[in-house]
Nanobody, 122 residues
């Protein structure tokens, strides 16, 4: 299984980024893909997840109104559109795979990408 994140970068507060998670080596349609983030000195936290059937979950109200996660079966990719970014969104963003359903506990996920850095300046 290989998960490759891309799309991170340095932006100013209020701007947008779209992250991509390209998956290979697994039956994409049978897996949920979760997005997590980790800021320096903080624990990894859940951002969003898309189940194998395409249902999306957001694990924080502060993200639900600004972030949108969708999966594209044609390209085996899950996208995370992040709008109105804030300095507190600065973190390394990871995607991870787990069969079928989404779980907020990141320990449930066995396969992870290498992460992509998102930095939001004020």
């Amino acid at each position: 299984v290989q998960l490759v994140e891309s799309g991170g970068g340095l932006v100013q507060a209020g701007e947008s980024l779209r992250l991509s998670c390209a998956a290979s080596g697994l039956s994409f349609g049978a897996y949920a893909i979760g997005w997590f983030r980790q800021a320096p000195g903080k624990e990894r936290e859940g951002v969003s997840c898309v189940t194998s059937s395409g249902k999306t979950t957001y694990w924080a109200d502060s993200m639900k109104d600004r972030f949108t996660a969708v999966r594209d079966s044609a390209s085996n990719t899950v996208f995370l559109q992040m709008n109105k970014l804030k300095p507190e969104d600065t973190a390394v963003y990871f995607c991870a795979a787990v069969p079928r359903w989404c779980y907020s506990d990141y320990g449930t996920y066995n396969d992870w990408g290498q992460g992509t850095q998102v930095t939001v300046s004020s």
